[in-house]
């Protein structure tokens, strides 16, 4: 419960109307997207409509030792966002506004609240593209996407939210306002806290205005899909097209499990007993899009491919992404809880990854679904289970556990695109080491000594 | 003066052989490629030969508490190297193998002594690229560019050193070696200390292994010379260029000064009362630099260039590409002193930029040449002085003074790519304010708490 002097002096600051403190709106904030985590309600929700509000909320509670958890949409999937610890809530969806679309530095200057997909709507005017697409776009803020430093499924070809983050204005731990980085493609003064507070999960600072890249919007693409009664043969093919040098936008891959169970829901016409599909996109320019989609099919019939579809058009194309739109609503329709898992590793451990979820899964009598991001090599091994079992959930959780000690055994990562949060924070000593844990814990005490800005996750107090 | 005890300690570690106290050898290691800058001796050059080598030497500098200062090439512009307060050089220049190219997740792992050249004539041989290319890519190790987070003549299109860094191996302050990153695309695991430690100029800690991205090399490519008798026409070309969504590989301008200049050296057919060279090449596919070179002149006749050329083989491209590779040669022989600074502002206020360096110069009396990379708003302005006359380097300093200043003030900054050093260490808090600068130490000395790792360097003890 916070002080009656500590709400007054919030509300003082945002006006009654931006501050929630009744049981029914608190109870909406105290989780996220992320399956089965514990909910904890925040004291306080509010929502300033300005950068000098938020440093006058974060001075409040600096003082009064209350902690902040700065929120866009909510939609993580880490538990990056739940207020674990109880305080105040920080929603910045009232920071909305597109500032400005710069079209001789390729350039979009919004505030964190403003929704990516809003962004987009935008910039598609002016032939321009903000390439970062998380499967949430159409929901998550830009302050959200870029705390949690967000993926998708452009990450081959056009990267992730870091490689388009060029300047940010931060509120500190202490309230002070800083501005790092901004429209000049070259930037090396002084460390770069840009990229530092990207993908910081709020931890570190609290982020008030962001200048993001802008690129041309493509002009044409292409969608190719290839069935494999072979993991191992959709792997080959996945290397065979990076070694010709095409690197498409997009390079999906849906295992066996989920196969079955898109096709069940959808009914996009995929054979039931396909080891692996993959789904390609090329883009570009139109000539070049052209020559691709040709030496793409050609690879796959290479490759072993039983069956090849080319879209000819906008609809053979939704067609062919329909089976991967639909993947995360079909597997969760079959069990009440669906645990969204991210693990990442290279590209050509795609195939090994792949089996080695497998075999996880029957050893744990699990049901495990497999799709992601083949080109960038970031898998999401889907468990279906029942929070409510609770022998299984225990299963659950050592797959879980193996399937990172897996990816990092194959030199991948813990996380590709959905973040630490509380979820992953007790494995990042297996891939940096207590001292590498060590050095972040050091980083966050110098940005924020209290632990008061989203404590509790990436690290936590030694 | 080192303690004999300390040597006695390195030699063990190192071999005699990798250990230099003469006076002759520390001379060379006192300085660095920038100009006007105090000379100073290290106490020791230490050259490692592996990770655990480098480990050792941190740990009997720490545990004696002597600074440290890694080297690569020395060919950094912002006295980055100069060992200020005496102490271990390390020159990284014996870790120089390229540990793997691996073409299936287009990768390159290398040590930190590799030259970048090195390793693009080996990534070359797979039709790869690595394309940072600052000047000296002949000479710079991959080591000292990452530390510096060097940019050159591709930054538009391609980005620089810090788009192109996947993974690193670090060796912190305390002798502890740490892993961050690796080879996947994706990665949200943690605080991202490989964009932290990119560009902090090894004062944070020493970089032992690094895994870059590599690209497929461009199939194509064309080069397009405009001749302008006005800097603000130059300036619409170039922001028309991008309006038109071409992105070039490379835009570069000239000055009226450097124009004159580089034409006494070279004579390359530059008109000498041309206001602006616009020097463009567009890469990429076949059909798509064909189309994109049409479409480039027609902007450059309709921004009202005074001449066009276009290179129809390699012979003319290299003549098109003379004057600007020589522009820097031709300037230095000019005056005994050649001070070569780095503003850099927004693409689009490189006119205004041209013009307040050209009434800087006029007012403190000094020859200020200017030329650089266009495309990505980063200006060279080179003053032609002579340090011995302490009159006028008084006045370059005032003049220096003030083109940062107006970079700041036009959106800009104070490095895009010759970094802070010694040399702009005075000017950050313009910049970031003393809250940015405060940041910046506490980050300092979270990671490196005894000021040992490049001391005296982006940011000093309060």
Known sequence: MLAREVLQELIKVLGEENVLTEQEDLMTYAYDATAAMKHHKPDVVVSPNSTEQVAEVVKIAAKNNIPVYP?????????????????????????????????????????????IQTLNNEVVKHGLLYPPDPGTVATATMGGSLSECSGGLRGLKYGVT????????????????????????????GYDLVALFTGAEGTLGIITEI???????????????????????AGKAIASIIRNKIIPATLEIMDNVTIQTVENFVHAGL????????????DGYREVVEREAVLVEQILKEEQAI???????????????????????????????????????????IPDMIKAIRK??????????????????????????????QDEMKRVHLAVDEIFKTAISLGGTLSGEHGIGIAKMGYLDWEFGEAGVAAMRRMKEALDPNYLLNPGKIVRRD
């Open 307 to 349: 069956e090849i579809k080319i879209a000819k058009n906008d609809q053979e194309r939704d067609l062919i992404w329909l089976a991967r739109r639909r993947a995360l609503p079909a597997l969760a329709q079959k069990r009440p809880t669906t645990v969204l898992e991210d693990a990442t590793v290279p590209r050509s451990k």
């Open 271 to 282: 054979p039931m007993d396909a080891q692996a599909v993959l789904l390609i996109e090329v």
């Open 71 to 115: 929120r866009g949409s909510g939609t993580n999937l880490s538990g990056g966002t739940i207020p674990i610890s109880g305080g105040i809530v920080l929603s910045m969806l009232n920071l909305n506004k597109i500032i400005e679309v710069d079209q001789d530095n390729l350039t979009a200057t919004v505030q964190p609240g403003v929704i």
């Open 211 to 233: 200048i993001v890249k802008l690129i041309p919007a493509p002009e044409a693409r292409k969608s190719i899909l290839g069935v494999f009664d072979d993991v191992d043969k």
């Open 162 to 189: 870091k490689h388009y983050i060029m300047g940010l204005q931060i509120v500190l731990a202490n309230g002070e306002v800083i501005r790092w980085g901004g429209k000049t493609v070259k930037n090396v003064t």
């Open 360 to 389: 996880i899964a029957e050893k744990h009598n699990l049901q495990i679904a497999t799709f992601g991001h083949a080109g960038d090599g970031n898998l999401h091994p889907t468990i279906l289970t029942d929070e409510r079992d």
